[in-house]
């Protein structure tokens, strides 16, 4: 008896569902690096040297636990390319009677996934990922449950409920649910601010990081300084250096955005969570400590677990509820192509220069300088939801379609027409200036509504509300912005709209650039 194993790129967990009851005796585990999965987008550079060099990492652990992993690399003669075309070549070398798969992470991949018991003719167990704290049928009958709205307060007090996180008996602890309110203070550059480790690259992440230079020169940003770690053990530490020095301000600063600190107080653990070295639960259970031993206070504490046990889990259970073609929605209809510099970084607006810029170098970047500065300007332009999702997946270390689609086309381009949120994600120039230092740099004057210095967040927020009114104009919560619109004289909406349309119309006559 011998039972086939495969093991997925963002499976790298040691107590992975496939593996619960298998008996290294009878059992062959398969890692395969395979090209459909490094270009079905143009991933950054960093993402896949992160992802083939934690497999390969994965594979060793699991080699040191006695099993024995059938690992292809990317390289190997007769490498057929794709999952279905290694699993049928291991077939051949193993013979295995049966084959255990924990489910994918996306419907691209689900697919295959569902095709081979007939394909190969053989029985195949796909078991659900045990890793996430809401089953599909536990999330699917929450929104199903006749309610209005799919709102994630209330899916995350379930989550509480739950798991018992931060309870007090039923009460929340602090007698209170969420601590958002107290979440929102700018932050200033300082020294003192806690650096996240650096991991300089071993040989197996240098031999990759030759490997994606030479296989795949047109991926996207840039590979200099890669410094993620791509062991469990330096995922620990990281998560180890975030509990000890960020946690306590985690809260406090979680929206703020400074130029050149890239990390603040955020925990940079999403690639390591995503890709199964580091368990969410177990990272909220230490938050919580924490919390109880007195050393980080709850509206921080409460953040975290909210966005892993909260937000994390809706993103997931929305993108499995609303089925194949949710990242092809497009309530707004909107269809600009993405200026060029989404994938140079070069423009005169500050903060995207900042954030565009950082994305590049490190494919990260925190919350909100992907709603608010990147996802903004890209939803206030009318760009296509798609594409802009397609971007997303790109330049993100830490994107997998389910939990990027929800973020980028539900809560940040309003495609869905409101299954995330409530009301578009989108501000004028002043929010981005009360929660950051970038205006004070920019050729453009935040103040301005109009003329050749004024920020083009400002006339493309107020034509963005005038060019939807139709959709949006009956949307309880932008009942204050059109009524401030309406209070604007003729001639100044008129003007504000021209202003909106020269931009658009120099913006499109730019060289694509992608
Ligand atoms: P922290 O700020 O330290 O947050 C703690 C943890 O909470 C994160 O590690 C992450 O696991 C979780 N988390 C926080 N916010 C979210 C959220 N909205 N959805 C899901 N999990 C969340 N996150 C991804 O993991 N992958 C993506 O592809 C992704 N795409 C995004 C696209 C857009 C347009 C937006 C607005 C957000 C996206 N996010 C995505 C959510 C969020 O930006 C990242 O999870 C976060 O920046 C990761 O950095 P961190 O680990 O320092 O997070
Ligand atoms: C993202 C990615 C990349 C770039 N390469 C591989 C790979 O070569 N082998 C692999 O097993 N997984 C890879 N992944 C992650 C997969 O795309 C991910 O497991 C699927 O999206 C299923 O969720
Ligand atoms: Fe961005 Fe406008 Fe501020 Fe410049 S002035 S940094 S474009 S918000």
Redesign the pocket.
């Known amino acids: 008896m011998t039972v086939l194993i495969p093991i997925l790129g963002d499976q790298l967990s040691l107590d992975l569902s496939a593996l619960c009851d298998a008996a290294p005796r009878d059992s062959v585990l398969l890692m395969m690096e395979v090209v459909e999965e490094a270009t079905y987008v143009r991933h950054h550079k960093q993402k896949l040297v992160y992802i083939l060099s934690a497999m390969r990492h994965h594979a060793a652990a699991l080699r040191a636990s006695g099993w024995t992993v059938d690992y292809v690399e990317l390289d190997d003669a007769d490498n057929a390319g794709s999952f279905t075309g290694e699993v049928a070549r291991a077939i051949e070398r193993h013979a295995p009677d049966r084959i255990v798969v924990t489910e994918a992470g996306e419907w691209r991949v689900r697919g295959m996934l569902e095709s081979w018991e007939t394909l190969f003719g053989l029985p195949v167990e796909i078991r659900s990922d045990d890793r996430f704290i809401a089953s599909h049928a536990e999330f699917d009958a929450w929104a199903d449950d006749g309610r209005k709205a799919l709102t994630m307060e209330f899916f995350y007090r379930d989550m509480r409920r739950k798991t018992g996180l931060l309870m007090d008996g039923a009460k929340p602890a602090g007698n209170r649910w969420n601590f958002d309110k107290e979440n929102r203070k700018p932050a200033k550059a300082d020294l003192l601010m806690p650096r996240p480790h650096s991991f300089a690259p071993d040989t197996t992440t240098q031999d990759v990081i030759d490997l994606v230079t030479a296989r795949f020169p047109d991926a996207t940003g840039s590979l200099d300084g890669f410094d993620y770690a791509v062991t469990r053990e330096g995922a620990e530490r990281q998560a180890d250096a975030?509990f000890a020095k960020a946690l306590p301000q985690?809260g406090d600063y979680?929206d703020a955005m400074v130029t050149g600190e890239r990390?603040l107080w955020?925990?940079?653990?999403?690639?390591y969570?995503?890709s199964g070295l580091l368990d969410?639960l177990d990272?909220c259970r230490r938050a919580e400590a924490e919390y109880r031993a007195g050393r980080a206070p709850l509206n921080s504490v409460e953040g975290?677990v909210r966005?892993?046990i909260g937000?994390?889990e809706?993103?997931r259970g929305i993108y499995w509820h609303e089925g194949p073609e949710y990242p092809r929605s497009n309530f707004l209809n909107h269809n600009r192509r993405l200026p060029g510099f989404y994938w140079t970084g070069d423009t005169e607006m500050n903060c995207l220069k900042q954030v565009i810029g950082q994305t590049l170098e490190t494919a990260?970047?925190?919350?909100i300088?992907?709603?608010m500065v990147?996802?903004n300007f890209a939803l206030l332009i009318g760009a296509d939801p798609y594409q802009?999702h397609t971007w997303?997946?790109e330049v993100?270390i830490?994107?997998?379609e389910w939990?990027?689609a929800?973020?980028?086309v539900g809560?940040?381009?309003f495609a869905d027409g409101g299954t995330v949120g409530s009301k578009p994600?989108i501000s004028s120039g002043a929010y981005i200036n009360k929660m950051s230092d970038y205006c004070g740099a920019c050729r453009y004057d935040v103040k301005q509504r109009t003329g050749p210095d004024a920020c083009p967040y400002n006339s493309l927020y107020w034509d963005f509300l005038a060019r939807h009114r139709d959709r949006l104009g009956d949307n309880e919560r932008l009942f204050g912005p059109y009524r401030s619109w309406d209070r604007f004289s003729e001639e100044m909406q008129a003007e504000v709209r021209a202003q909106a349309a020269r931009f658009l119309a120099q913006l499109d006559a730019a060289p694509d650039g992608y």
Not at 266 to 271: G, N, Y
Not at 364 to 367: E, G, I, P, V
């Open positions: 975030f985690f979680e990390h955020h925990s940079i653990l999403s690639p969570i995503n969410p990272l975290y966005q892993i937000w994390r809706y993103m990260h970047a925190h919350h300088q992907r709603l990147a996802g802009v997303y997946l993100y830490d994107a997998y939990v990027e929800p973020n980028t809560m940040s381009q994600y």
